[in-house]
């Protein structure tokens, strides 16, 4: 798909990854991006860049914002899920099933009801295209964040199911696995990280070349390589970074 012309929502885009996205989208020729966001006022200085750009409120948990957004971005080309919820607990470490709950409800079931809700619009048609940020997470377990891990995991299943369900329609489904970024989101995670952009501009380059599934960036492409090689090595070396049972 060309970014050039197309409309777009985005979701998350008051973060760190969501605000380089929007930078990229525009320098490569978007017609429109509807920004989305739990709270529009996060999004003042960046609907000051761009006539092109919409603020709308978007909570991917609430039903109502979710239905709100599909009638508001009816005419979209392109959906960039990249709305993402982390608290870094483990399994049995953790007190209640609160965090895990979140992380699974904005990670994966916001990412399936905002596609079904916007099925019908032309990203799900012929020549459209869906982005779905994921995480190298997906893969390989990291137990320090274990139910973060296990939301993104049912997120790559997800991902590829839509793209199996929309071939026959012609829409690309794109999937990017990014190592840990710096953003707030991956402010707990270990140096070295990504930056914001490189997870952009990859993503992008990766929709253009047509691709499914891409880890952007130098650090998530040798993460990747590394695991291809010797997976049981690298999930044996993530077990270390588990937090105590009290």
Do not use: C, W
């Not at 999004?43 to 919409?54: A, C, Y």
């Not at 019908?120 to 190298?136: D, E, Q």
Request: aromatic letters at 4%.
């Amino acid at each position: 798909m060309n970014v050039e012309g197309s409309v777009v929502l985005l979701t998350g885009a008051n973060g760190g990854i969501g605000r380089a996205f929007v930078r990229e989208l525009l320098n490569r020729g978007a017609a429109k991006i509807y920004l989305g966001a739990r709270n529009t006022d996060s999004l003042r200085d960046l609907l000051t860049e761009s006539n092109k750009l919409v603020g709308l409120q978007l909570d991917v948990t609430d039903p109502q914002q979710v239905a709100r957004a599909a009638e508001v971005a009816a005419d979209i080309d392109l959906l960039i899920n990249n709305a993402g919820a982390a608290v870094f607990t483990g399994a049995l470490s953790a007190s209640d099933t609160s965090g895990a709950r979140a992380e699974m409800e904005v990670n994966y079931f916001g990412v399936l009801a905002l596609s079904q809700a916007l099925r019908n619009t032309p990203a799900f048609r012929s020549g459209g295209a869906i982005i779905n940020i994921l995480s190298i997470l997906s893969h390989v377990t990291l137990p320090v964040a274990g139910t973060y891990s296990a939301s993104k995991a049912a997120a790559l299943a997800l991902t590829r199911t839509m793209r199996a369900e929309l071939k026959a329609r012609g829409v690309q489904v794109l999937g990017v696995l990014p190592v840990q970024t710096d953003t707030a989101l991956g402010a707990p995670l270990p140096e070295p990280k990504l930056t914001p952009a490189e997870v952009a501009v990859d993503a992008l380059n990766a929709l253009t070349a047509g691709q499914d599934e891409v880890f952007p960036g130098e650090l998530s492409r040798k993460t990747a390589q590394a695991f291809a090689d010797d997976p049981a090595g690298v999930q044996a070396f993530m077990a270390n970074l588990v937090h105590s049972i009290d």
